[in-house]
């Protein structure tokens, strides 16, 4: 068996897209790297803010987007372009779009419209960018060749957006996990967000408990929410190489 650079994704309070850049860097993904790269984008204004966080007593990071100068409301063939006349490498940009026109389809189910109408307003429009091609970005830089998750845990209850109240999951978070092990958790907040469902649904090579790894680097990516009986909202990445483990069995 050929040994590969892996990670495995350790979904205990979920995932978001800034929670999953928030643990590729601190496990060791380089954020001038993510910076010089996200500037071939060209968008203007973009500022890429990482900070060390303390979450139940564990540092992890947490990714901010900030920008200083009012951004549009996006669609998908306006991503796209921006994508495609970008200097990126080609799987940045090719995996990047797939994501993006996962999550397009997703919305587009949930609220009766077509792909090309579809605005991703509810991250300014340009908080998905980064946290989808950034992803891509980091994933790049540490070399990862497979990725693997854990089942996602799904909260319950409301959340409030643009479209109005909705339920948990979210319709669209509903959508973009079909055939996705997961799990209810009683914790009324938004565990898996649209676009850290999207992300896992195409990058993820399995879903399924810890692979045979040895572990290299550990990080942690921090999410918004404080959550109920001091359950760290984290996200836990282990990087590290593939192993085969030789089952042994005694025949008597």
Not at 78 to 90: A, G, M, P, Q, T
Not at 148 to 158: A, D, Q, T, V, W
Request: charged fraction near 20%; include cysteine; hydrophobic fraction near 40%.
């Amino acid at each position: 068996m050929k040994k590969e650079k892996i990670i495995y994704l350790d979904c205990f309070s979920g995932i978001s897209g800034d929670m999953i850049l928030g643990a590729l860097l601190h496990s060791g993904a380089e954020i001038d790297y993510l910076r010089s790269e996200l500037a071939k984008l060209k968008i203007n204004g973009l500022n890429i803010k990482v900070t060390a966080v303390c979450r139940s007593s564990i540092t992890a990071y947490k990714v901010t987007i900030e920008s200083d100068h009012d951004q549009p409301v996006r669609t998908l063939p306006v991503i796209k372009d921006i994508l495609e006349n970008s200097s990126l490498n080609d799987r940045v940009i090719e995996k990047s779009l797939q994501v993006f026109s996962l999550l397009a389809h997703a919305e587009a189910e949930v609220h009766g419209k077509s792909i090309e109408k579809i605005h991703f307003h509810e991250v300014g429009g340009v908080d998905t960018i980064v946290d989808i091609a950034g992803t891509l970005i980091c994933l790049d830089n540490l070399n990862i060749s497979r990725i693997i998750c854990s089942p996602l845990p799904l909260g319950r209850g409301f959340v409030y957006c643009s479209h109005g109240k909705l339920p948990l999951p979210a319709p669209a978070v509903c959508n973009l996990l079909k055939q996705i092990p997961t799990y209810g958790v009683n914790i009324q907040q938004e565990l898996v967000t649209p676009t850290g469902a999207a992300i896992t649904a195409v990058l993820s090579d399995s879903f399924s408990s810890m692979p045979a790894m040895s572990i290299e680097k550990v990080g942690y990516g921090a999410g918004d929410h404080v959550l109920p009986d001091n359950q760290p909202n984290l996200l836990r990445v282990f990087a590290g190489t593939s192993q085969q483990v030789n089952e042994n069995q005694q025949v008597v």
